[in-house]
Nanobody, 117 residues
Framework: QVQLVESGGGWVQAGGSLRLSCAAS????????MGWYRQAPGKQRERVAR???????TYGDFVKGRFTISRDNAKNTVYLQMNALKPEDTAVYYC???????????WGPGTQVTVSS
């Protein structure tokens, strides 16, 4: 099991940057994969970025080089650096962990990101 807590969300103007953090309650080195997901009002949750235990990263097509996922194993934390933010990036961002699973089975409560035009 693992508990996840996101932080770093907020309000930013279009073109700005934010860095989200996901703090885990235990070591993340043995977790199959960790990722960032988002859900906008009236839309389904979608994957933003994913980082496997082996270091492989994948991004949603809409990211287009604007976001970077990374981790600090010593701090049990995963980050999402978001640059060149757009109003359509507005959503609740969730951290998810694949613990012995091919898909996320642990979630944080989410952090709101609002991008104004």
């Amino acid at each position: 099991q693992v508990q996840l807590v996101e932080s770093g969300g907020g309000w930013v103007q279009a073109g700005g940057s934010l860095r989200l953090s996901c703090a885990a309650s235990r070591s993340i080195t043995s977790i199959n994969a960790m990722g960032w997901y988002r859900q906008a009002p009236g839309k389904q949750r979608e994957r933003v970025a994913r980082l496997t235990s082996g270091g492989t990263t994948t991004y949603g097509d809409f990211v287009k080089g604007r976001f970077t996922i990374s981790r600090d194993n010593a701090k049990n934390t995963v980050y999402l650096q978001m640059n060149a933010l757009k109003p359509e990036d507005t959503a609740v961002y969730y951290c998810g962990a694949n613990v012995g699973s091919l898909s996320p089975n642990y979630w944080g409560p989410g952090t709101q990101v609002t991008v104004s035009s």
